[in-house]
């Protein structure tokens, strides 16, 4: 019984772990998208030239 219990727990981790996995993808996916955005749809400075959107 205990051997049974110790599959399903390790069962469930290992699902558990997969969907972080899987989302933690889509979320560097969508944030890589939006940093590829910010280098094409850059702000225009106050001198008129275009700057940086980010401040590093």
Do not use: N, Q, S, T
Not at 26 to 42: H, M, N, T
């Amino acid at each position: 019984m205990g051997l049974l219990l110790l599959v399903l727990l390790l069962a469930v981790v290992l699902f558990g772990l997969g969907f972080a996995v899987e989302a933690l993808w889509w979320i560097a996916v969508i944030v890589l998208v939006i940093w590829l955005l910010g280098f094409i749809i850059r702000p225009v400075g106050a001198e008129g030239r275009r700057g940086r959107w980010y401040r590093w």
